[in-house]
């Protein structure tokens, strides 16, 4: 994502504040890009209609659709100095609903704000979230209510010593778009690596076995490989944090720390029984998180939807 041209936001009717569209207006602001702001709309009592013709069962559904349209000018008429188009689609899975405007349109992004725990102040990912995360073949931006600051932090998730070709390119994808992303924000790049601990296991079965050899061969390939990846980017190893544990505990707390406005991490976009066995690192990760995500997928991705 060297570019932003076309910005897919997703309206939420059911909140007064849209934040995934304040954001797209940031990004297309700086970037250039145009903005469709997205509305999928369904009435379940359209279920019940099967007595009435065609015909009425058709104007009942025109008359929602257009009701939708006009309060969606009503939101956007406000903003003056973007270019703002609207789309309202009838669709009873909005996830699929904004993965098919994707795949038709060619969208470069999808821009979604999340809901936020009213007494914890944590973000809360809708299952729709969660469809976007691992369908969706554009970068998902998921996104809070608070504005980025300039000269803020953004962390780039990577797994530096991965020997999988996928998750290689992976790494220099993420690293590219969180710099494109920090030009954009006038903000700073962060590299974030997880090691893992020894394995208790390991030391209680093998009696000849040095945790602590052993640890810091571990941690010492986790920092050469983490720095060779940050200087193939000009990025200087203070950039770098590199830190033992899981994935879903480090990358947070780095995050915290940092006080991040936005994490940029890859998604292998895993579905069906291989996600719900194996499970997905990065969900894990994601779900720890208290700020902005921007979700990538590898190049190449084939959403299983362009499949239907």
Known sequence: MDTIKRILAVIDPSKDQQHGLSRSIDLAKKSGATITAFLSIYDFSYEMTTMLSGDEREAMRDAVINDRKAWLEQQIAQYKDVNINTSVVW?????????????????????????????????????????????????????????????????????????????????????????FICDLANAQLNLVNAYPATPVNIAIEIPEFNPGVYNESVKKHHFESTHQLADSFSLSHQQCFIEEGLPEDVIPDVAKRLKSELVVIGTVGRTGLSAALVGNT???????LDCDVLALKPDGYVSPLSKL
């Open 91 to 179: 669709h009873n899975r909005p996830y699929e609903a904004i993965i098919n405007a994707v795949i038709n349109d060619g969208f470069d992004v999808v821009v979604k704000g999340t809901h936020q725990h009213d007494t914890f102040k944590s973000v809360i990912f809708t299952p729709t979230d969660w469809h976007l995360i691992r369908k969706c073949p554009a970068p998902v931006l998921l996104v809070k209510e608070k504005a980025w600051p300039a000269q803020g932090n953004i962390l780039a998730a990577v797994n530096a010593v991965s020997e999988n070709e996928q998750h290689l390119a992976l790494n220099k994808r993420i690293i590219s778009d969180a710099l």
């Open 282 to 288: 990065a969900e894990h990760v994601i779900d720890s």
